[in-house]
């Protein structure tokens, strides 16, 4: 249920953005929840004007366990959210279409 939350509220920045990924610069930073059990962080780094790196984990007794690699980067004028769980291939959402 946490990690809905954290999905829903990037993808709200994502749709207010209205194809301008400079709008998106509030995501650079360390994103962190806490449940009982364990800690979810996202980090999230801009690498250029059309992209952003991030990766999301989890940290369960002082150990840290990646759940996924994301992108998000300007691709032929739309917006894409690109996601890589764990060791499986990326997928690629369309977040905005120009």
């Given at each position: 249920m946490n990690r809905l939350i954290l999905?829903?509220?990037?993808?709200?920045?994502?749709?207010s953005a209205r194809n301008?990924?400079?709008d998106l610069s509030i995501?650079?930073?360390?994103?962190?929840?806490?449940?009982?059990?364990f800690t979810l962080?996202?980090?999230?780094?801009?690498?250029?004007?059309t992209t952003f790196i991030g990766i999301s984990y989890t940290v369960e007794n002082d150990k840290k366990s990646i759940s996924e690699k994301l992108h998000l980067l300007k691709l032929n004028n739309d917006i894409?959210?690109?996601a890589q769980p764990g060791n499986n291939l990326p997928t690629l959402f369309t977040i905005c279409k120009q």
């Open positions: 999905l829903l509220f990037l993808f709200s920045l994502l749709i301008k990924i400079e995501l650079a930073g360390k994103w962190k929840l806490e449940s009982n059990n962080i996202e980090e999230w780094g801009k690498i250029n004007d894409v959210y690109i």
